[in-house]
């Protein structure tokens, strides 16, 4: 039986949230010309929880195939994504600062809803969940959207913000799961873990 994890993510936030967990893990990232971007594109007409459901098991595919091609030890991989939507619009991760503001103009005084699908695979059995939240964000100005796009901030993040950042000072209410929005809904991957038979 492992005593740890394989972590498919390259995100910082994710770690956290495993070590929060006591989850022993390591990381499993792309090779530097692996194409990681493709993984992502949504389907035309594709809904938000189809799409991050989709996403996560190509990810975790991607992920598979790299243990194997490493050869390294059996261990459970786990994978997850994050997307933000503002009814059927889909709000990836933007693509400059001027995607940035557009972003956050659109999200500006609106909720939304942010869905984080989290997939494990040990050996061949292949489990998944869904965590839906959802974040109002309070009127923002052009200026105060300048500024924090400005510090960079947005960068990588879905829907241009990160909820345990400097966005916090704009989201008048959430309801869901905390970590969820962060990147890795603890509940849901703690059930997951257990179901597969890692011990916590």
């Known amino acids: 039986m492992s005593d740890f994890i394989y972590l498919a993510s390259q995100s910082p936030r994710r770690r956290q949230l495993l070590e ?12 530097p010309g692996e194409d990681t971007e493709s993984i992502e594109a949504v389907l ?9 459901r989709r996403v996560t098991g190509l990810k975790l595919d991607a992920a598979l195939a790299r243990l194997k091609a490493r050869g390294l030890p059996a261990a ?13 619009t889909i709000y990836g991760k933007p693509e400059d600062a001027a995607d940035a503001a557009r972003m ?17 695979q040990k050996g ?5 969940a869904l965590s839906e939240s959802r974040v109002s964000f309070a009127a923002m100005t052009p200026a105060q959207i300048k500024a924090y796009v400005a510090g960079g901030e947005p960068t990588g993040k879905a829907g241009a913000y990160a909820v345990q950042g400097r966005a916090a000072a704009f989201i008048s209410h959430i309801s869901g799961s905390y970590s969820g929005i962060m990147g890795l809904p603890m509940h849901e991957t703690a059930q997951l873990l257990r179901a597969i038979g890692f011990k916590l």
């Open 104 to 120: 956050l103009r659109e999200l500006s005084g609106a909720t939304h809803r942010v869905l984080t699908a989290v997939a494990v």
């Open 124 to 128: 061949r059995k292949r489990l998944e």
């Open 44 to 52: 035309s007409g594709e809904a938000p929880a189809p799409y991050v």
């Open 76 to 88: 459970p991989i786990l994978c997850s994504d994050t997307t933000v939507a503002l009814g059927k």
């Open 20 to 31: 929060q967990l006591g989850v022993r893990h390591e990381l499993l990232l792309p090779e």
